[in-house]
């Protein structure tokens, strides 16, 4: 296992256990290793790693900064599964920062990314976070569809989903839709 693998391994490990600043240190040096020789995605996914620090941390802005210049690099060489991942991430950080609309956009375009690259268990969960989103923007009816739409995409459903899906299912048979 290469020095760089095994930093982002403790990175990860860090991470989630929540101890974020070192976690960053770890991503950072794992990111200038993979750099230096010349993997450009791996580099990209620690700076990924890095922003969802900041972003743990509620450092916003930072953690922006850090999607955006893997988004970048994740366009420049044509990893269209990774920068829809990022947007994802990125859509996230600006539901928290109270950017309904920079949020949905970031969904969106992951969203149809997923599809197109026939990802369904991604295009699934981008779904339920917009679906989500619609519903706490109060587009109820809307936010409700897509929220199925995400559900329909998934294979393994929490307890909680596979409810939800049985109500929407018992409101469409009896609620007028059909």
């Known amino acids: 296992m290469s020095d760089a693998k095994q930093l982002q391994d ?6 989630q256990q929540k101890e974020y600043e070192e ?8 990111q200038a290793a ?3 020789a ?11 790693n890095i922003g969802l620090v900041h972003r743990a941390l509620g450092e916003h802005q930072q953690a922006l900064d850090a999607m955006n210049h893997a988004l970048t690099t994740f366009q420049e060489i044509a ?5 829809a991942q990022v947007l994802g991430n990125m859509g996230g950080v600006y539901l928290e920062l109270g950017d309904k609309e920079q949020a949905y956009n970031c969904y969106r375009q992951a969203a149809d990314v997923f599809q197109e690259l026939g990802e369904k268990k991604l295009y699934g969960e981008t779904l339920l976070a917009m679906g989500a989103l619609q519903i706490r923007d109060g587009k109820f009816m ?3 569809a ?9 294979e393994k459903l929490t307890a909680s989903q596979r409810l939800l899906k049985g109500l929407i299912g018992f409101r469409n048979r009896f609620g007028g839709k059909t």
């Open 10 to 15: 403790q990175g990860i490990k860090l991470y």
């Open 23 to 30: 976690a960053s240190r770890l991503f950072q040096q794992a």
């Open 34 to 36: 993979y750099q230096t």
């Open 38 to 48: 010349g993997q450009r995605d791996l580099a990209a996914e620690m700076q990924t």
């Open 79 to 83: 990893d269209p599964k990774r920068a």
């Open 142 to 144: 809307d936010g409700a």
């Open 146 to 154: 897509t929220y199925e739409a995400g559900l329909d995409q998934l």
